[in-house]
């Protein structure tokens, strides 16, 4: 029996970061203190919010491509984080310099027309300052599951 999970171990289990397309950005912030509500201007179009009465931060995800995420995004929709975990079989992850992990569900992916991801995070200041704060992602597929 040992045998036998050992080979399969070694087969199936251990892939290498680039199969698993995993990855860990800081983020780079596109408002000002305060964030935004309603619309924005992102790359010279005015892009709605994803709801229009809450306020978010949003950020830029430049130079990367949904193919080295393992995303599945149509362009110029909004996705709820906790969504695409659950659809896509994903783990995503943000969190701050001070390690406070943020909820998913509050936070929204969109794929630009020119590739570029942007993150619209609505402000929860009982949780975090986002205003102050360094923000990450930690996106991750494992190839044997996906």
Known sequence: MRDF???R?????WCSPFQDAQATLALSRMTRHGGARHSLMIQQSLVTLPTPREDY??????????IRFALSLELG?????????????KTIDLYTSKGILLCRSEAYLMLTHNQTFVLAIRLQPTI???NHEQVY???YNNALVS
């Not at 931060?57 to 949904?66: A, C, L, M, T, V």
């Not at 929709?77 to 079989?89: E, P, S």
């Open 5 to 7: 999970m050992m080979k």
């Open 9 to 13: 171990a070694l087969a199936d289990v």
């Open 57 to 66: 931060h949003i950020y830029q995800i430049g130079q990367n491509s949904p």
């Open 77 to 89: 929709v909004w996705y709820r984080l906790a969504d695409i975990c659950v659809q896509q079989d």
């Open 128 to 130: 975090a300052n986002l």
């Open 137 to 139: 992602i930690r996106l």
